[in-house]
């Protein structure tokens, strides 16, 4: 039913830190680019960080770069994003997903995701 499951979310102040965690419920995960995505109240749902298989490679949109770093354990079935210095511009629904690594783009169904909310 639900491919991941995404948790770590809270309520920050501004410049604080937040560590999401992205664990696998099924399927071969360590064959799976995974990239994080997050969605603003009333706002499309854009990409935010990928890892590729092994962890070689990764990917930042330009608002989160230096701040954010995406990690993964394939031992565990599980991805991770470490938020530090956190701006309430980040407030929104965190999700993680398989993507093609080239793209960017999700495959497959979404999570439920984990709810980040920073405040000024």
């Known amino acids: 039913q639900v491919p991941f499951v995404e948790s770590g979310g809270g309520l920050v102040e501004a410049g604080g830190s937040l560590r999401l965690s992205c664990a696998a419920s099924?399927?071969?995960?360590?064959?799976?680019?995974m990239g994080w995505f997050r969605q603003a109240p009333g706002q499309e749902r854009v990409f935010v960080a990928a890892?590729?298989?092994?962890?070689?490679?990764?990917y930042y949109s330009d608002s989160v770069k230096g701040r954010f770093t995406v990690s993964r354990d394939n031992a565990k079935n599980t991805m991770y994003l470490q938020m530090n210095s956190l701006k309430p511009e980040d407030t929104g629904v965190y999700y993680c997903?398989?993507?093609?690594?080239?793209?960017?783009?999700?495959?497959?169904?979404w999570g439920r995701g984990t709810q980040v909310t920073v405040s000024s």
């Open positions: 890892i590729s298989q092994t962890g070689t490679f990764r």
């Open positions: 997903s398989r993507i093609m690594y080239r793209t960017r783009a999700p495959i497959g169904s």
């Open positions: 099924g399927g071969p995960f360590r064959t799976y680019a």
